[in-house]
Antibody, heavy 118, light 113 residues
C-alpha cells in the first residue's frame, strides 16, 4: 500500500524554528515529486511547492517567498518542510502529497497540525 | 497565477438527487500537445485530507464510485454526483495542475437537504 506518513502535531512560539516530516512507503520514493499543501483553519488548500526526491530540485509557490524550505533525505524516503522563524499566521494543517500525471496529487498524508501561539 | 472559481459556495441536495458543482479557470488548462485538461477534483471530509476523485478533468481515480463524473472544456468544468448518498457530504475542491502554483478553488460545501 502506498502511504505517506507525516510527523505529529506541533505547538510552537513565534520566532521558533520547526521541521516536519513526510515518510513515503509502498512505492519507489524517488520516482515521484512530493508536494506540500497548507490548509488554514476553515479555508481551502494552498499549493506551497514540490520537491523531486531524486535530486532535491524544488519549485516554490510565489505565495510563500522564502518562508519555508523543502528538503528530502532519499536514503530514508523522507521529505521535510521547515521554518526558521515561525509566525502566528503559520498556524495551519500541512499536508504532503505524491505528485503524478503531470502535477496531480494522488496520495496524501494525514497532515501535520502546526500551532504557533505565544 | 491561474484563479479557480467554484460555484456555488454551498449546495443542499436531497438523497438520491443529482448534485452539480462548477469550476471556472481564469485561463485555459488544456495542454495542446496531449489534448488533456490539467484539472482535478478532490473530496474533503472533516478531519481528513483531500481525497482525489477525478483527474484529467474526467478520469475517475481507482475505487471512486461511478456516480461521480467530471466534464468540461475550455475554462469551465463540472463535477456531477448522479445520485447523492449520505457519505457524499463533504467539501469539494477543483485544482488546476497545468502550471505552478497549482491552485485550488475555494471549495463547495455539499449537504443533505
Amino acid at each position: 500500500e502506498v502511504q505517506l506518513v507525516q510527523s505529529g502535531a506541533e505547538v510552537k512560539k513565534p520566532g521558533e524554528s520547526l521541521k516536519i516530516s513526510c515518510k513515503g512507503s509502498g512505492y519507489n520514493f524517488i520516482s515521484s515529486w512530493i508536494g506540500w499543501v497548507r490548509q488554514m483553519p476553515g479555508k481551502g488548500p494552498e499549493w506551497m511547492g514540490i520537491i523531486n526526491p531524486a535530486d532535491s530540485d524544488t519549485r516554490y509557490s510565489p505565495s510563500f517567498p522564502g518562508q519555508v524550505t523543502m528538503s528530502v533525505d532519499k536514503s530514508i524516503n523522507t521529505a521535510y518542510l521547515q521554518w526558521s522563524s515561525l509566525e502566528a499566521s503559520d498556524t495551519a494543517m500541512y499536508y504532503c502529497a505524491r505528485q503524478v500525471n503531470g502535477g496531480y496529487f494522488d496520495v496524501w498524508g494525514r497532515g501535520t497540525l502546526v500551532t504557533v501561539s505565544s | 497565477d491561474i484563479v479557480m472559481t467554484q460555484s456555488p459556495d454551498s449546495l443542499a441536495v436531497s438523497l438520491g438527487e443529482r448534485a452539480t458543482i462548477n469550476c471556472k479557470s481564469s485561463q485555459s488548462v488544456l495542454y495542446s500537445s496531449n489534448n488533456k485538461y490539467y484539472l482535478a477534483w478532490y473530496q474533503q471530509k472533516p478531519g481528513q485530507p483531500p481525497k482525489p476523485l477525478i483527474y484529467w478533468a474526467s478520469t475517475r481515480e481507482s475505487g471512486v464510485p461511478d456516480r461521480f463524473s467530471g466534464t468540461g472544456s475550455g475554462t469551465d468544468f463540472t463535477l456531477t454526483i448522479s445520485s447523492l448518498q449520505a457519505e457524499d457530504v463533504a467539501v469539494y475542491y477543483c485544482q488546476q495542475y497545468y502550471i505552478p502554483p497549482r491552485t485550488f478553488g475555494q471549495g463547495t460545501r455539499l449537504e443533505i437537504k
